[in-house]
């Protein structure tokens, strides 16, 4: 079983990534953003360094995914991670353009042919001035230029992204504006329900609230 967590920046991935983490004996494999060179030099000035910034993601992500997510899933161990391979591909069409972007393109999808398709997609959403609460609140040093503009535009784009017709996968969206996974237990088991119920894994409550699309895939 292979589960991944998307959204918004600041929207609470890898938090939930992690407390699921030992609820499904899963293996876990979280993003690793800091170690771009680009991403600082990116936020104060994104038309200057989003190619670069991409395409070291890009590359950075496949390793990732390309390698260690496979030899999880032939072991035959659960794995959870807190970002997709395609979310790079939405980011790259909101920050770059032009040949770039077509070059980018090219890369994304000979390299996207050898990473696994998640099982689930948990797509958390939330809204602009609730991100910007949560960014300010973790202040990361290369995120307090961040503007709500941008994030705003992730926000947009990343639910076009998900109301495409992509056959195949499941989706579960969460809203979270008015939960807390952290302190609120029962906000964390009602995730865990949800995503059992999709996966139809046992045990988990029928009767629970779901909204999920089971024609959608990332």
């Known amino acids: 079983m292979y589960i ?11 938090t939930l990534a992690r407390l699921l983490q030992s609820r499904f004996d ?13 991403l600082a030099d990116f936020y104060g000035d994104r038309e200057r360094y989003a190619f670069q ?12 995914q390309g390698s ?9 161990k659960n794995l959870i991670t807190d970002y997709t391979f ?4 939405l980011f790259a069409s909101i920050n770059i353009s032009g040949d770039e972007l077509e070059m980018y393109y090219r890369v994304h999808d000979a390299l996207g042919e050898k990473v696994p398709t998640p099982d ?8 602009t001035p609730v991100l910007m609460q949560r960014i300010a609140m973790r202040d990361r040093s290369y995120e307090r230029n961040m503007e709500a503009s941008y994030i705003e535009t992730l926000n947009e784009a990343y639910d076009r992204f998900f109301e495409k017709h992509q056959p195949g ?13 952290v302190t609120n237990q029962e ?9 059992r119920q999709a996966l139809q894994m046992v045990p988990y409550q029928s009767e629970l609230p779901l909204s999920i699309s089971e024609d959608n895939q990332v």
């Open 187 to 195: 906000h964390l088991k009602l995730i865990e329900e949800r995503i």
């Open 68 to 76: 260690y997510g496979p030899d999880v899933l032939d072991k035959g």
């Open 120 to 127: 689930l997609v948990i797509y958390l959403q939330a809204s």
């Open 169 to 181: 996968r499941a989706v579960l969206k969460v809203e979270t504006d008015h939960i807390n996974i």
């Open 4 to 14: 991944a967590i998307e959204g918004v920046i600041g929207v609470g991935k890898t």
């Open 53 to 64: 910034t991409q395409i070291f993601f890009l590359l950075s992500r496949y390793h990732q």
């Open 86 to 89: 395609a979310k790079d591909a």
């Open 26 to 38: 899963a293996e876990l494999q979280l993003e690793v953003f800091e170690e771009n060179p680009f």
